[in-house]
Each structure stands twice: as C-alpha cells, then as structure tokens.
Nanobody, 125 residues
C-alpha cells in the first residue's frame, strides 16, 4: 500500500487542522491505520490509531481530547482532525498502515509496516 499524507501547514495556537492520508494499492479495509509525529530533535511518537472498520480508536496522551482519527473506507482515506493546537504539536506527521488487527497495540509504531512521507505542521504561539 502507498500512503500520501497532506494538509499540513502553519497555524496559530488554538487553531485547527485536518490531515488526510490517502491510500492506494491493496484493499484499504484490510489495514489498521495510525498517525505518528516527530518533532525536531525528538523521537517519533504515537498520535492516534484506528481499527479496520473504524469502530475502535487509540489516542496518545499528548493529544487525547484534542484530536479525532477517522477513516472513510470508500475513499481509502484516514483523517486526523486536530483542534486546540499548541506549539508543542509542531512536528512532521506521518500516517502508517498495518495489515494486522492490532487491538490495543494500535499505538505501537513498530507494528506498522507501511509509512507515508509525512506532512509538516507548525503551530505558532
């Protein structure tokens, strides 16, 4: 599967962004999808994950309550809606896919086999 993330940009603190990630290749519904981010000088961290059906989700502690992950299987696209953005949210955001149903491990980046190229989000104070 090939993944193409987009929607990044410069936004003021308190603002919102919606990041789409379009998938192509194998059937989208066979993949658990996740969003991860990497800030300058920091390790990559988990942001959110969503099951194949979209019924179950996972959120990292740093974004819980401010972000929503969703997927449109008809459009082969996963979304990350980010609200109340903070300067600490500045990072490159990556979408990823796993052919496995990860259950409670949707936040484990080591279990994702396919990665998009990333989209940069900058939050100004």
């Amino acid at each position: 599967v090939q993944l193409q993330a987009s929607g990044g940009g410069l936004v003021q603190a308190g603002g919102s962004l919606r990041l789409p990630c379009a998938a192509s290749g194998r059937t989208f519904t066979t993949y658990t999808m996740g969003w991860f981010r990497q800030a300058p000088g920091k390790e990559r961290e988990s942001v959110a994950g969503i099951s194949r059906s979209g019924a179950a989700t996972y959120y990292g502690n740093s974004v819980k309550g401010r972000c929503t992950i969703s997927r449109d299987n008809a459009k082969s696209t996963v979304y990350l809606q980010m609200n109340s953005l903070k300067p600490d949210d500045t990072a490159v955001y990556y979408c990823a896919a796993s052919p496995s149903g990860l259950g409670t491990s949707r936040g484990n980046m080591k279990l994702y086999d396919y990665w998009g190229q990333g989209t940069e989000v900058t939050v100004s104070s």
